[in-house]
């Protein structure tokens, strides 16, 4: 193929612009064909999630290396990715021990920053964010924030509960916006402009892929009309799930709503929320519409209920406190949105790695169990990091002195072309990473 294409190329109609994803017939990333200079390559995508109020105390654990690795149960989602998988353990925010509640201790989660108490609103900017401001004129997106329980405003034991409900910060008085929408968080990715339309994306950019479609590869021609088929299907699902109104995380005091029901709401099931949000994070990595993200599972101090486990009888914040069968569930169906994830990105070829390869997803919680414990952090990491990641193995700082958690920001930051001298309270990466 000696077609040549720009260095963004985008699907585009009326108010839509679509980029596409890896083809191997059109330099995407590079300046020129079959280039090996590292702009020829798929970038690295760094995916961040969080889950509230920690997981269960004895069944959080990891053994081994490779493919002998083995996982508590709480892992047991990712048992297909062992060998892509880091556990690390040990790994703490020392300004998140000051205040010992929810909100102290998840504020500065993704920065390591000291938090305002007094119902101040003062953390850090996140990591999540430094990397978007690096990367903001690479990609139409910046960052995708994303969240399955709306923010809560209010003040507890003298620190804002904003703290528990955001963990990306634009500043250090700007908590990042969070789409807790499907539909806007859709639109963000595709439309020029985010507000409800009566248009479907694809049939706004269809004579522009009939017209590329000439130019590429039966290979990529196929992977086009995959990745197309990927998108009508997420816009039927969230067209579906809207229709459903916004009756989530509770149980209602009434039979049927007394307010008129959104038209593009939450979806009513948690499950199919948090599924819609994974598909959307995996659609703006394979589109490179952006390259960073953090997806909120849940707030910390969180109320939300899980019918779909049948798990209806306690919020998940008081379910947190006891490590029951029930917590154990809860946990689990956490961990199979991250492993729902790696398998869609593991699907994804991008030359000779996959989509999984080329990024990092981590997950983890800003307390290692329900009672408070945030002496140490639970962190697990799936992917590649563009070929620098070597998985199967477990990392314990435990006994170290410098085991600061912002000194894995740091190796992840560097990973994707990113190099600070410091970052929140760390002066130097973790070498392991």
């Not at 130019?215 to 995959?226: A, G, H, M, P, V």
């Not at 006891?322 to 593991?346: G, H, I, P």
Request: charge should be neutral; hydrophobic fraction near 35%; proline fraction near 4%.
């Amino acid at each position: 193929m000696t077609h040549l294409f720009s260095r963004r190329t985008m699907l585009r109609g009326a108010g839509v612009t679509m980029a596409l994803p890896w083809l191997e017939s059109l330099t995407v990333w590079g300046d020129q064909p079959k280039s090996r200079e590292p702009g020829s390559e798929a970038p690295v995508r760094l995916a961040i999630m969080f889950a509230g109020n920690g997981f269960h105390g004895t069944e959080w654990w990891a053994k081994g290396e490779g493919a002998s690795m083995e996982f508590g149960k709480v892992l047991q989602p990712l048992h297909d990715f062992r060998e892509r998988t880091l556990f690390i353990k040990g790994l703490y925010n020392a300004e998140a021990l000051k205040g010992n509640i929810h909100s102290s201790q998840t504020g500065n989660l993704l920065s390591g920053a000291p938090l305002a108490s007094g119902g101040e609103i003062r953390s850090g900017t996140s990591v999540d964010q430094m990397l978007a401001q690096h990367y903001g004129r690479e990609t139409k997106v910046p960052s995708l924030v994303l969240g399955c329980e709306k923010a809560n405003p209010s003040v507890h034991k003298n620190y804002s509960m904003l703290y528990s409900s955001h963990i990306s910060w634009s500043s250090p008085t700007t908590p990042t916006p969070l789409e807790v929408y499907p539909a806007l968080a859709f639109d963000r990715l595709f439309k020029d402009e985010v507000q409800k339309g009566d248009r479907s994306v694809l049939d706004a950019v269809l004579a522009d892929a009939q017209s590329l479609r000439g130019k590429i590869s039966r290979n990529d021609q196929r992977k086009l009309d995959e990745y197309l088929d990927s998108v009508r299907e997420v816009e039927q699902r969230i067209e579906h799930s809207g229709k459903r109104g916004e009756l989530q995380g509770w149980r209602p005091t009434l039979t049927e709503p007394n307010i008129k029901r959104p038209a593009d709401g939450i979806p009513q099931d948690i499950a199919e929320h948090m599924r819609l949000m994974c598909d959307i994070l995996v659609l703006a990595f394979q589109t490179d519409t952006t390259r960073v993200c953090t997806l909120k599972l849940n707030n910390d101090h969180s109320s939300l209920r899980f019918p779909n486990l049948n798990v209806d009888y306690m919020i998940h914040h008081l379910l947190s406190h006891s490590d029951t069968a029930d917590w154990l569930k809860v946990n689990q169906f956490f961990l199979e949105q991250m492993a729902y994830m790696c398998r869609k990105l593991d699907a994804i070829q991008e030359g000779e790695r996959t989509a999984l390869d080329n990024s990092m997803l981590m997950l983890c919680s800003s307390m290692m169990t329900g009672a408070h414990d945030a002496t140490q952090l639970p962190v697990v990491m799936v992917g590649g990091g563009g070929g620098s990641i070597r998985g199967g193995r477990v990392l314990d700082y435990r006994e170290q002195s410098n085991r600061q958690m912002c000194r894995l920001y740091m190796s992840m930051m560097e990973k994707m072309g990113l190099h600070v001298d410091h970052f929140g309270d760390a002066t130097e990466k973790l070498q392991e990473v």
